[in-house]
Every structure is written in C-alpha cells, then in structure tokens.
C-alpha cells in the first residue's frame, strides 16, 4: 500500500520562475493539504483540497495556487519565486475522521 | 496567540529512559485533535499518537503515550524506554474540528545519548 508519494524530491530554481510541485495521496484518502517547512521551523498551512475545490487557505499569498484532481492527486504552483521560497514542501493526505499522512516532501531552492 | 506552544527546543535524554515532550495549545473550540508528529532528518513526517478532545483516556501507542490534560490545555508525548533511534524532530500539532487547517508547534529536538 503506498503511502504519500510527492515529486520531484528536490528542486532549484531562480527568483521570479515558476515552480509545480506534485503529490499523490495515500490510497483511500480524499483530501489533501499542502505545507511549507522553513529550516528550523514547524510546518505552515499552505492550502486544502477537497472534491477538486480549495476548502481552506492559510495565510500565503496568491502566488500560491493549487489544484486537486479526480483521482484525488494534487498540484501546488508558486509563481514569481522568492528568495524566501525556499524551504520543504510537504504534501498529507488523509480522509474524514484520520490522522494525516505526510510525504516525504519536495525541497526548493531558490537562487 | 500561538495554537500550538513547544517550549523546549531541544531535549536530551539516556539510552532507556523515559522522556516527556511538552505541547499545550490553544483553542476555543469544543471538538478538536491533537496529533504528535516525528521527523528524523530525512525529513519525512511520521504520525505517533492521536488524541480526541473528547476521549476520557490518555492515548498509547507502543512506546509513546500522550498526557491529556484538558483544564491546562496541554498535550505532553511521554516516550519510555528511548532508543537511539528516537533522536529526531517532534512536532506536536491540533486540529480544530469547526476548520479543516492542522496547527503545528515550532518543534522540539530530541537526542537520544548512549
């Protein structure tokens, strides 16, 4: 049974690119959430999805966009890349009523 | 106001000993979860141990247990027995049941000495 599986696992990219990351979730979940993982620090709600439609956002700037498909697997886009975009980007899936399981995350760097 | 407070940043414990991490949170809601989240520095997040707000009992599981006590809002893991592998990152995070955003703490790091 696989788990979470995002991609790519690393990533560099420059200021004001374009950069889409991927994840599928764990077989049996419906929803899936997005994080951003500075060095250090606790992972920051980015975004959810549920049924193809952003059911909650954090607090990050519409540079930030996503989607969910019908097979439930997701994208997270961010355009015009900062300096401090840099970071671990996690993907959790989970359905109603579980705990969420993560990915192994994809790590951007920005230069 | 911060959710989710981990006041240790890091902690050291002996090979075999028991350790407790602290985590309280804060929140208005009735309904919510609390979840303690491991990740070693290959950085994969690996769920531990959940807690419904309403559930009368601490939760265990294996080694980790998590201490509930609701007047003080907190939510401390205990792990017993620890094993070099336990060293790693340990986030303790909520979920409010009236959103569908999880909350987590800044962390606290844990060494596990021979």
């Known amino acids: 049974d696989a788990g979470v599986t995002q991609s790519p696992t690393h990533l560099i990219k420059t200021r004001g690119q374009q950069v889409t990351l991927r994840c599928s979730p764990k077989s049996g979940h419906d929803t899936v959430s997005w994080y951003q993982q500075a060095l250090g620090q606790g992972p920051q709600f980015i975004f959810q999805?549920?049924?193809?439609?952003?059911?909650q956002r954090g607090n990050f700037p519409d540079r930030f966009s996503g989607h969910q498909f019908p097979n439930y697997s997701s994208e997270l886009n961010v355009n015009a890349l900062l300096l401090g975009d840099s970071a671990l980007y996690l993907c959790a899936s989970m359905s109603r009523g579980q705990p969420q399981h993560f990915g192994d995350g994809t790590r951007l760097s920005i230069l | 106001a911060q959710k989710i407070t981990q006041t240790q940043p890091g902690m050291f414990v002996q090979e075999k000993e028991a350790v407790t991490l602290d985590c309280t949170y804060d929140?208005?809601?009735?309904?919510?979860?609390l979840f303690w989240y491991k990740q070693p520095s290959s950085g994969e997040m690996i769920f531990l141990i959940y807690?419904?707000?309403?559930?009368?009992q601490n939760a265990t599981e294996g080694r980790y247990s998590l201490n509930f006590q609701k007047a003080r809002k907190s939510a401390n893991l205990v792990i017993s027995a620890s094993q070099l592998g336990d060293s790693a990152m340990y986030f303790c995070a909520m979920r409010e049941l009236t959103g569908n955003q999880f909350y987590f703490g800044t962390g606290t790091s844990l060494t596990v000495i021979p």
């Open positions: 999805y549920y049924e193809e439609e952003e059911r």
């Open positions: 807690q419904g707000s309403y559930d009368e």
């Open positions: 929140t208005s809601d009735q309904s919510y979860g």
